[in-house]
């Protein structure tokens, strides 16, 4: 698409305002337009922040009448480039940071009501507020956004328990590349009125239109939780401490965590009030939490009822509960750190992947084998959602090693990786989406099928290709 005339610009500028219109000459506009990992640095004309639905709906009015390509962006915290602006400097990006109202709370029917630019960390705060839970829980909390997780399909550590995305939201206020605005912000949890609509946008990545608000689904805050930290020997010593948790607590078992020896030394390299809960080292560990609608002391005493057991059997060397609340936020800091600790080590070649869960142990054992074939002395961080199946399975570069020829395999053992998460019958991709960096690799594993149906998808919905161009597809 060519790049937008001044004249052009101008009237997309007075859409949202002179002080919600930025323009490079302005300021800096790396924020919008780098992708985090820097491996993506793109350029636009123009940055729009609408403060309303009526605004978005005009922005994309003109844009499909002008053939504009346009960017939609939430809070900026995602690794595949997904909402980033090509090096054309023909995108126009589209920032919903100014939408954050909460719109409606129904504590009857426990849902909320909220526009897109509201940031995850608010959200749960606004629902705690009214005495509710929204469980999404993310690292980057504090940053990303309702829409962001929304067009993301986010996942995180509750899944388990919640759901991810997909699972969390009841409606939808989506304005199409036309500019028309569809109103689908239904509180209903049966609805089976034809097509579920809503269910295209969640994980579409911006390139079906772009959500603008959204009913998501509460529940009652927990009245007890304890936090449990556990050393084993083994991933199949994992697989069978969730499986005796799931027997004992059920949906009580809210976060089941995976974590290699690695990815804990780094975390205690990187973060100087970090502590190893253990004396004695062990090569993998496991973080899981317990919540009860009853009480605290219930929500302890299935921690302790699946760990005296898993020790008793061998499952686990190791195991402490946090018995505070303060306790337990130092053990889910140490998971929660793990990611940023490993940029210190040097260059990093990173997999988010999910395979069944009872073919979790199996995929690190071959997937290990690979990279000490491919990339001798490289340091395998492997941690995540086991209950769920998704592990971050990153490398680091050896020690001392040379980053450059490192991350020149990066596509090679990218390939690698990925073949056997699809000979296992997994996802390349199981929370961080598609965007750019993977778009290529979706066609190796996609079925010509699928890939024909979802390209229909896209040229019945944005038949002008504005939205979100070069992403997924």
């Not at 507020?129 to 997780?149: A, K, T, V």
């Not at 961080?381 to 020690?399: E, K, L, R, T």
């Amino acid at each position: 698409m060519n790049v937008p005339d001044a004249d052009l610009l101008s009237r997309f500028a007075a859409i949202v305002g002179t002080a919600n219109a930025v323009f490079p000459g302005d300021r800096d506009l790396s924020r919008y337009t780098d992708e985090n990992r820097r491996i993506y640095r793109g350029r636009t004309p123009l940055v729009l922040r609408p403060g309303s639905t009526g605004e978005v709906a005009r922005i994309l009015g003109l844009a499909s009448a002008t053939r504009t390509a346009i960017v939609p962006q939430g809070g900026h915290t995602g690794h595949v480039a997904g909402a980033v602006p090509d090096e054309s400097g023909s995108q126009i990006v589209v920032s919903l940071e100014r939408m954050t109202r909460a719109r409606d709370i129904d504590l009857a029917g426990n849902t909320m009501t909220v526009e897109a630019g509201m940031v995850l960390q608010r959200a749960q705060e606004v629902a705690a507020e009214h005495g509710r839970m929204f469980p999404l829980s993310l690292g980057s909390q504090g940053s990303c956004q309702i829409g962001g997780n929304i067009s993301t399909n986010a996942g995180g550590t509750a899944v388990l328990a919640y759901g991810n995305m997909r699972d969390l939201v009841l409606g939808l206020e989506v304005v199409l590349p036309s500019g028309e605005v569809w109103d689908g912000l239904r509180k209903l949890r049966k609805d089976n009125t034809g097509y579920a609509l809503k269910q295209l946008f969640i994980g579409a990545e911006g390139t079906l239109g772009i959500v603008t608000a959204a009913v998501l689904r509460l529940f009652a805050m927990p009245k007890g939780r304890e936090v449990a930290w556990a050393g084993l020997a083994s991933p199949a010593h994992a697989l069978d401490l969730l499986n005796l948790a799931l027997d004992a607590a059920g949906p009580s078992l809210t976060a089941f965590e995976l974590m290699g020896r690695t990815p804990l030394d780094f975390t205690l390299a990187a973060v100087a009030d970090a502590r190893d809960p253990f004396d004695r080292r062990h090569p993998w560990h496991v973080l899981a939490e317990f919540s009860s609608g009853r009480s605290e002391a219930d929500a302890r005493q299935l921690a302790e009822t699946v760990f005296e057991t898993a020790l008793e059997k061998g499952i686990v060397s190791d195991a402490v509960l946090a018995g505070s609340l303060a306790r337990a936020r130092a053990l889910w800091k140490l998971r929660e750190d793990m990611p940023p600790a490993q940029a210190p080590q040097g260059a990093s070649i990173k997999h988010d992947i999910a395979v069944p869960v009872h073919r979790v142990p199996e995929f690190l054992e071959k997937a290990d084998a690979i990279i000490a074939a491919e990339l001798p002395g490289a340091r395998v961080c492997a941690f995540g959602h086991m209950g769920d199946g998704n592990i971050h399975y990153n490398i680091s570069q050896p020690a001392g090693g040379d980053a450059a020829a490192f991350l020149a395999r990066r596509l090679d053992v990218n390939d690698k990786v990925h073949a056997l998460v699809v000979a296992l019958n997994g996802s390349i991709s199981a929370e961080h989406g598609i965007g750019r960096l993977k778009r290529d690799m979706l066609a190796a594993v996609k079925s010509p099928l699928e890939l024909a149906m979802m390209r229909s998808l896209k040229a019945a919905l944005d038949p002008k290709g504005i939205m979100n161009p070069g992403k997924v597809l």
